[in-house]
């Protein structure tokens, strides 16, 4: 009797089975789609509308993403799964591209796939960055998980720092890592992330060394997120920027490869200077004070100068002075000079009478880097800054190439009528040092038609140096190199001389030339 019931039981069990079967096939629906643990929709599992979420030609399917949308928060796990689904970044899940899948997917769910938050805060540094991304189009859901683990890495002081086998590295699980991650999520929310202010002002104001080394780019991120409190976010930034200072006199402090106080600093002045166009009367004293302030030269005048040009573009009679000051003072560094004095071009363009008398006294009495930025800015005033072109054809002569490069296109800019005024310019394109070609062939370029004089030269170099081709990767023209043998391909030799012949017979414009940011593979 007992064996007759297990038959029975047995039989109508397959039966059943069997029907379940034809039944899915026949409304060709996923049979594993009734035991799986995944969200289903319309009789298909999470995992089969993900893998067919891209259509013909590579569009999204729009009925996955509505099984997606109707899924909801379901799915939020399952992506998260997602997006972590391998750790060795194999082939396999590269050319798949789970992370990107994942990511569609977040942004089609949005603020839905809140509960995701913590699963992608773990996943940091483990798939490319798309962690984050997907974190900002969760939004503002995700923003007090954020808050919270932003506050618990300010008590990490660990050295997040390893020597590996050719470089350092930074540890992934670490709290400096993390935290980076984090800041990089709100800078990308802005607005959205406005009720992370109180934590990014204490990440601001930190007194552990580690977090101080993020300072930059909590001030950026908080000048993203707090533009709508300004009242809020710029007696922060002042208050970080002052505080930093002490940190750039403490010449015992032992900062991490690549990182120094006076980037943080100028960081700061350019956030003060993104966020303080709204306060203009109190962050314009604050900026004047920090450029023209010679207690201590640090070397970061030239971000202020920047930031304070930006704040007071409306009130340019109010900055002028200090910028002026701050440029013949002699107090900022020679890099910082360029920045200066590109600030001084913009803000008195108005009044070049007044303007290029002192350009042309900073150019002849700075070091020969800042000499550079000087020539540039210069050039922006065109024929009205005749009076500087004995000066920049004395430089024209000067034994440092980039000076020389330099002085040669204000000229050209200046006055296009100056014969010979390419000429130090022409001749950087006989320098033995490689980038010294490539940086002449570059500003040639960037001359366009008023570059005419050069394209004898160039006709010459690309016929008598194209077996001396320095590639760079990614150029338009790669697929024309053997970067084996460092040649160009036989078409490439015939069509580059062609073109450049009938350029110079034609008289076309620069821009029309495919190959004009590609010439320095002829070099």
Wanted: glycine residues 8%.
């Amino acid at each position: 009797m007992k064996t007759r019931l297990i038959v029975i039981i047995v039989i109508g069990g397959v039966l059943i089975l069997s029907c379940y079967l034809y039944w899915c096939n026949k409304t060709d629906r996923n049979p594993a789609a009734f035991i799986s643990a995944e969200p289903t929709y319309d009789g298909q599992t999470f995992t089969y509308w993900m893998n067919h979420l891209y259509g013909e030609y590579g569009r999204r399917n729009a009925e996955a993403e509505s099984a997606l949308r109707a899924m909801g928060a379901k799915a939020a796990p399952c992506l998260a799964r997602w997006m972590t689904r391998s750790d060795k970044m194999d082939q396999a899940v590269l050319d798949f591209n789970y992370f990107d899948r994942g990511l569609i997917g977040f942004e089609i769910l949005g603020p839905k796939a809140n509960s995701a938050t913590p699963q992608l805060i773990k996943s940091f540094g483990r798939n490319f960055g798309y962690s984050e991304k997907a974190l900002v189009f969760i939004g503002k859901d995700a923003v007090p998980v954020l808050m919270d683990k932003l506050v618990e890495t300010l008590s990490d002081t660990n050295n997040p720092f390893f020597q590996g086998v050719i470089r350092m590295g930074v540890r992934k699980k670490s709290g400096f890592y993390i935290r980076g991650s984090i800041l990089r999520v709100f800078n990308d929310m802005g607005t959205n992330a406005e009720a992370a202010i109180p934590a990014l002002i204490k990440c601001l104001n930190s007194k552990n060394e580690k977090v101080l080394w993020q300072q930059a780019q909590t001030a950026v991120a908080l000048a993203s997120v707090g533009r709508n409190q300004p009242d809020i976010v710029i007696p922060a930034l002042m208050g970080a920027f002052t505080n930093t200072n002490v940190q750039v006199k403490n010449r015992n402090a032992v900062f991490p490869p690549g990182w120094n106080p006076t980037s943080a600093r100028g960081a700061i002045a350019a956030a003060l200077g993104s966020i303080g166009i709204s306060r203009p009367n109190i962050v314009i004293p604050f900026l004047i004070y920090a450029l023209t302030n010679s207690d201590a030269k640090v070397p970061d005048r030239g971000a202020v100068a920047g930031a304070l040009t930006q704040v007071g573009r409306d009130q340019p009679n109010a900055i002028f002075p200090a910028l002026i000051y701050a440029l013949t003072s002699g107090d900022a560094s020679a890099t910082d000079r360029e920045g200066i004095a590109s600030s001084v071009a913009a803000v008195g363009h108005a009044q070049p009478d007044v303007t290029v008398p002192v350009l042309i006294f900073a150019f002849t009495n700075s070091t020969v880097h800042a000499r550079c930025g000087i020539a540039d800015a210069l050039a922006t005033f065109g024929n009205d800054a005749q009076s500087a072109i004995p000066f920049l054809l004395s430089a024209g002569q000067d034994r440092d190439w980039e000076l020389r490069a330099h002085a040669a296109v204000a000229v050209k800019k200046i006055a296009p009528q100056t014969p010979n005024a390419l000429t130090p310019l022409i001749g950087n394109l006989e320098n033995q040092n490689g980038y010294v070609r490539y940086r002449a062939l570059y500003e040639l370029g960037r001359l366009r038609t008023n570059a005419g004089e050069a394209l004898p030269v160039l006709r010459n170099v690309c016929v008598t140096r194209i077996h001396k081709c320095e590639p760079i990767p990614n150029d338009v023209f790669k697929t024309s190199i053997n970067f084996q043998t460092k040649l160009l391909s036989p078409w490439a030799k015939t069509y580059l001389p062609q073109t450049l012949s009938r350029l110079e017979k034609q008289g076309q414009r620069w821009q029309s030339l495919p190959l004009v940011p590609s010439w320095h593979l002829l070099l």
